[in-house]
């Protein structure tokens, strides 16, 4: 008989029967609440075209970083899992991908991915064994059969888990259509774009050279002189906005800003497109503009994001073989102290703008985060993220953030996932641990339990929405 | 009917029954210990003249910056909260301050300030009723009658702290005459100084240059030669030392000390005193500084407090319009093991000397500064200090120091405040925090609950009267 | 009336009822499974000749720097405690050393030493009082009686410890007889040893030209041309696979790795035998040799460990007087992302190569090891090292590494030790905190009992077995 799968009502909840009442009372007002999603990874081509999902390996292995770095940590190899690699896509049998997964799903013990699947598993497609080596195959079949039905298309999907609204994430290339048939497919679905330029900003991104032609192209612009490459900038962002963005996103390797003069920038990016630049010379341009998108969210309102810090596509031979993207980025140490000041300098006082701040760095909470958001006006806290968007991790961000920058200067919960199916897990995951996290405050008689009750529901709900202007 | 505020007996104890049981029993024997206050920075003044306060908002408000760095990173202008900027004092009117701040306590909801506030609100002013918009002018009101009784004037007040001794903090140009007067009042309250040399040591520090003009004056030294400049400081601290001073205070942007030569001395000095100085020379003399200000400690005996890792007045804007500490100080990363070798080679192992560490940066805790004080005879760390000067951020100090320093490297608690009215619910939190971290390790028999009875009175009480000579 | 030392059955465990039931059923199933002891510093004469110990002092006190440097740190001098100097032996009186220690054991209160010593003093020695002033000459004496007989000869405890396979640590240049003369002894206890060696591979090492001028000797190998000194490294590795060795072991200061070409190295090699050669040479040459160390690995099958970031020796007076190794280490920050590259970029996915990697500085855990463990094939994480041994040391391995490289990318626990008569203390707490920390994740749910029931025996026996190719 293969072992039960069980989500519990209490889980996530702290084991003392004083405290966990609490956070059952906390939760128990907050779980149906509708998800907003302000910052994700889904296609929109899924809403857009509604096409049912294909079968559980592609739709929930294949796609899924955390889960095939996790295994293929372990010596398996990705082309076994039916990730794709450069020369294409793999020649994986989807269900013998799947039983890989299965058989060493023991792998994931202790980790939220066990959490997430499960959750996916039990609520979104109603199995009710735990998924191992002898129940790889009903899985498989379960998950096909659902997949195919009506209920399962990504519209109804979006709607049955009562998503208010989900953000995408989009170069600044893409022509946006996805989002336009959605908004005129009368579907009442509200799925928004954000504002991604790295490719067009970052002169070490491999595709910097291409996309900047295209950027030029699309935009009209002699994005080869500085004003026309800003003014490139401005069209995209004001055609974002239209699409429905309230946010852009800046994926740098670190913090760094800068506030240079018009001749120092013009200098600058003449080097940037001779292609015979520096490291620090990529560093300073890709700084300077952040400052440019501060300089352009003042004028078009939209909220800055700003996720430093990872070490992208560390693994030499894998991004050979496999391309980026493949569960090979690494956090490195972070600093912001210095890094935002010119930033700071420049708009740090100004309430009209609104920069949201990440971190791979967690040491960074307490010692610089922290203090910088719980003094200026235009930061907040964006949550725990990617390797820290976990029940551990999301415990130390409140320990470690809310008795310098409080509550309200955080924004609610980011899913920041691509895996559609598993976005009311995550969302459940923050609102349990965060009850969590209240719960104890209330326990200890460091809040009362009406006030935390607005709290949980600031942070589920409002926070978000107010913070990223939804 | 406004919300009763009610300071729960149990507060900060953890909520399991049998550790709250341990750690109740623990505080009970420490709570009405005398108060040690080895480091703060409340107004000799108010000792010296025992003139009544003002207001609730020119007593509570305007002068805490945790408060209006809080309701400032919410778009809440300095100016209509009272702080005063450089053009003088604000204008607000002190009852409109008090109702903004009644207005955004939610804000503080989780934050040390409100545990802080609410003990002053409750067992110092007898309130009881939570602030809010609508208790705003009540609060108000009932303060301001209170501090117009003798009851609350400062000397009664600090006879009611049950303040066995309080230590401020001066600097080397103060000619410490408050300290005089309080002496010579024949009150038997004991108020002693602190020598913070930071204005004559720092060469960036904007006051340096004046300072150190006046520096020469009040001593009479030939502040312009090295060893004019070093007697000067041999003198001041002298003065301090009878004005009951035990300890000097330093607060560095690192922890960096320097070994140099005589000769090297000079020639530094010379830069330093010509103007035409870098960064780097800069630093490197008050890294020479600290081993001078520690060959002084071993003849004079003053324990010596290094408070390294801030950046001072980050916000450019603020600090031009309002001036230095409006909480815009935020921690940097901070080293000590290479930061503190010279200092160390040279007088590490003389037991005569006693050095105090402290820190911003927690990720030292366990990396080097609990390593460095479990073996170096000299060093001893201080308490969670600033913004980890809450109840996480000391339970972190404990877990991260003591397995590998222990309890005796330790100081007990320092308050470091100017808001002399928060003084007993600030040892009171340590306290708790301290019994609470005992009480899980009588839970899980980790310690004796004697043993660990004897450790509360440590912390509480005998640690920090020993290591600051009092 | 001295106090009863008492060990709790339930001691380490969480405080919750619940939570502490889960913790001792998963316990109770561990506790008695073998000892593998995979890294350690017991010195293998022991087991060649099995003479008797001497008295307490020389045994628990003397070779424990835990022990000492923190009497040292509260001016309790070394010599009194019976800790050799470069001048000899001490002349301490064993039995006023071991009241020295007695008389200050409060110290200890609070940290593993504690833990561990009353595990020694209750289950190994049968004692039943506390250690203090008034008991010192009881232990004195009942230890020594006790280590005249036969049952406290190595062997016997080796046995009664259960210990089914002990690693020591060894020089390249020790000639391994005693590890030659247990085999041949036809005891069955196992005693491996671990090929070690820095003395040969760091140019700044006191030792290294004598050292090298050694490895030549014993090796027969010119080890001044780089082709001879890496083949001579190649013979002592298999001389050391040969006395049982799985394993070789790096302390370095730095994580750093390269991978130079043929001719660079030649060129370093010959700058490093010139003992003309800069810091960053140094380093460049120590990271080179981790690059041939992985490469022989491949060869030859070992282990290879990596344990970077401590400051050697760090008190310059102390260093003078008493040598190496006496208590005077200090971590600092240590990096790998970008340290570990170049050895990645060559071997990172080569699943037949092994690197066990540990840290002293505890913010990397959740920042770059777990992250790099849970992505590489090669790579796997150490236990919580040396200063982060401990209770909560091992606690915040567990919250910061399980959730990103799970518990199978770990290799369960070393005691790392040369204090003998710990090991099952040592291991006992471990096991004990594990099953804690699995036993807080049953009560919330996110993880079944029988899983972690598992998962405890992995961490326990199987997984350092297979780490380390036992």
């Known amino acids: 008989m293969p072992k039960k799968l069980v989500l519990h009502a209490d889980r996530l909840f702290p084991a003392d029967p004083a405290v966990r009442a609490i956070a059952r ?10 998800i907003i999603s302000p910052h994700g990874h889904t296609d929109p081509a899924w809403f857009a075209d ?48 799947w039983r890989v997964l299965a058989r060493n799903f023991h792998l994931f013990r202790g980790t939220p991915s066990a959490l997430w699947l499960s959750h996916v598993f039990s609520v979104v497609f109603g199995l009710d064994v735990v998924l191992e080596e002898k129940t790889a195959d009903h899985y498989f079949d379960v998950i096909g059969a659902a997949l195919r039905t009506e209920a399962f298309r990504p519209r109804a999907l979006f709607e049955r888990f009562n998503i208010e609204v989900l953000a995408t994430t989009e170069s600044p290339l893409d022509p946006l259509l996805q989002h336009r048939k959605i908004r005129e497919s009368g579907w009442r679905g509200r799925v928004v774009t954000t504002y991604r330029p790295d490719v067009v900003i970052d002169p070490e991104h491999e595709q910097f050279r291409g996309a900047l032609a295209q950027f030029g192209e699309l935009t009209g612009q002699d994005v080869h002189s500085w004003g026309g490459y800003l003014n490139a900038h401005r069209l995209r962002r004001a055609e974002f906005a239209r699409a429905g963005a309230t946010a852009t996103d800046h994926g740098h390797p670190t913090a760094r800003t800068a506030d240079l003069g018009q001749a120092e920038c013009e200098r600058l990016f003449a080097r940037v497109l001779s292609g015979r630049f520096t490291p620090d010379e990529a560093e300073l341009f890709r ?41 090979a980025d690494v956090p490195m140490p972070t600093e912001y102290v210095n890094a935002l000041k010119p930033l700071l300098d420049r708009f740090g006082n100004d309430a009209r703008l609104s920069i949201i701040l990440f971190t791979l760095d967690e040491t960074t909470y307490s ?22 968007d976990s029940p551990e991790g999301m415990l130390r961000f409140r320990e ?71």
């Not at 400052?291 to 004028?299: F, I, K, N, P």
């Open 50 to 97: 509604n096409e049912p999902f294909g079968n559980a390996a592609e739709l929930l292995l294949a796609p899924d970083h955390y889960l095939y770095r996790m295994l293929y940590s372990q010596g398996i190899a990705l082309a076994s899992l039916g990730v794709p690699s450069r020369k294409g896509s793999s020649e994986a049998n989807p269900r013998e991908a």
């Open 25 to 34: 009372r906390l939760y128990g007002a907050v779980q149906d609440l509708p």
């Open 367 to 388: 010692r610089e985060l922290a203090p910088l958001a719980g003094h200026y006006p235009v930061l907040k806290l964006g949550p725990a993220w990617w390797f820290h």
């Open 400 to 470: 470690q953030t809310t008795e310098t920058a409080g509550f309200y200067n955080t924004v609610g919960f980011n899913d920041d996932t691509r895996a559609f199916l598993s976005i009311p897990a995550r969302h459940d995951v923050a609102r349990r641990v965060d009850c969590s996290f209240l719960a104890r405050l209330v326990a200890e008689h460091r809040l009362d339990e009406d006030d935390a009750a607005l709290v949980a529901e600031d942070l589920a709900y409002r926070l978000p929405k107010a913070a990223y202007r939804l």
């Open 287 to 327: 700084a300077q503009m952040l400052l440019e998108m501060a300089r352009m969210s003042l004028d078009d309102g939209l909220v800055m994001q700003i996720h430093p810090g990872a070490f992208r596509n560390h693994n030499l031979w894998l991004s050979e073989q496999y391309g980026r993207d493949k569960g």
